[in-house]
């Protein structure tokens, strides 16, 4: 089965940087369309970022510059490497994929405070 299970993140300092990694199982993952999605306290669930197969990404307006969203086939793991991060950023960050249906990881909390 699908399993997406996420990692890399916490507590980070306004200014600082983190990366979270999603390690992926259960499908041809370097076939499939990979993304992130964070969803911050009492907010809906938003995309974040995507990479296609071919390694094209797309990114939501507010974190394009800030955030890079790689991947690598050879160890079925995508990456979120998070840059000038501030307390809008504050979010569980949630690795996805679509295989007739979206799937989610678990999360992972990222909390941007000093």
């Known amino acids: 089965q699908v399993q997406l299970v996420e990692s890399g993140g916490g507590l980070v300092q306004p200014g600082g940087s983190v990366r979270l990694s999603c390690v992926a199982s259960?499908?041809?993952?370097?076939?499939?369309?990979m993304g992130w999605y964070r969803q911050a306290p009492g907010k809906q669930r938003e995309l974040v970022a995507t990479i296609s197969t071919g390694g094209s990404t797309n990114y939501q307006d507010s974190v394009k510059g800030r955030f890079i969203i790689s991947r690598d086939n050879a160890k079925n793991t995508i990456y979120l490497q998070m840059n000038s991060l501030n307390a809008e950023d504050t979010a569980i960050y949630y690795c996805?994929?679509?295989?007739?249906?979206?799937?989610w990881g678990q999360g992972t909390q990222v909390t941007v405070s000093s």
């Open positions: 996805y994929t679509y295989i007739g249906r979206p799937y």
């Open positions: 259960g499908f041809t993952f370097s076939r499939s369309v």
